[in-house]
Nanobody, 111 residues
Framework: VQLVESGGGLVQSGGSLRLSCIVS????????MSWYRQVPGKERELVAT????????NFADSVKGRFTISRDYAKNTVYLQMNSLKPEDTAVYYC?????WGQGTQVTVSS
């Protein structure tokens, strides 16, 4: 089983990034899919979740209106579109499906 994130990088405040997480080794269609983020010295924070059916979504208050989460069942992939990025969004972003985690991708937002 592998979850591989990509799309992180350095962006200026107000910019956008799109993270992707490709799942291999099992079919994620029956699972909720989530993005978390973590900064050094702090607990990992749930950013967004998309459900397995109906594609309902939930977001942390800090990202509501700026981030969207989506999934592609055929590609076994979950995305996080991040707009209007702020320096406080700087973190390592992790994909989570069931008990599986990706390795993380660094997002850095400069002011």
């Amino acid at each position: 089983v592998q979850l591989v994130e990509s799309g992180g990088g350095l962006v200026q405040s107000g910019g956008s990034l799109r993270l992707s997480c490709i799942v291999s080794g099992f079919t994620a269609s029956s699972y909720h899919m989530s993005w978390y983020r973590q900064v050094p010295g702090k607990e990992r924070e749930l950013v967004a979740t998309i459900t397995n059916v109906g594609r309902s979504t939930n977001f942390a208050d800090s990202v509501k209106g700026r981030f969207t989460i989506s999934r592609d069942y055929a590609k076994n992939t979950v995305y996080l579109q991040m707009n209007s990025l702020k320096p406080e969004d700087t973190a390592v972003y992790y994909c989570n499906v069931g008990s599986y985690w990706g390795q993380g991708t660094q997002v850095t937002v400069s002011s």
